[in-house]
Nanobody
Framework: QLRESGGGAVQPGGSLRLSCVASNFPPKYSFRDYHMEWVRQAPGKGLEWIAQ????????FYGDTAKGRFTISRDNAKNTVYLQLNDLKPEDTAMYYCTETETNRRGQGTLVTVSS
């Protein structure tokens, strides 16, 4: 199970920190075995890939939208992946989901709304 949290309403230029706690892994697997990603879906649009973090947290990759504003990280001791959102814009309004790269397992999402 993947459970996201941390979304909410924020004004343009504001920040949020999203969290995603993972649980219920197959036998012999744990959180540290999976690359983790964040994706989002804006109203009326398709899924957009945001970022990925490696299993050990040392490598990160970003889509063009996220570069310079968003930061992905993870804490394997807490089975948690984070997405720091800075300098938010109205076009960042979307449902944000964390996913496991290897399994495509996805949570229910957390809603981020950016408006003045």
């Amino acid at each position: 199970q993947l459970r996201e949290s941390g979304g909410g309403a924020v004004q343009p230029g504001g920040s949020l920190r999203l969290s995603c706690v993972a649980s219920n892994f197959p036998p012999k697997y744990s959180f540290r075995d999976y690359h983790m990603e964040w994706v989002r879906q804006a109203p009326g649009k398709g899924l957009e890939w945001i970022a990925q973090v490696s299993t050990d947290g040392l490598k990160t990759f970003y889509g063009d939208t996220a570069k310079g504003r968003f930061t992905i990280s993870r804490d394997n001791a807490k089975n948690t992946v984070y997405l720091q959102l800075n300098d938010l814009k109205p076009e960042d309004t979307a449902m944000y989901y964390c996913t496991e790269t290897e399994t495509n397992r996805r949570g229910q999402g957390t809603l981020v709304t950016v408006s003045s």
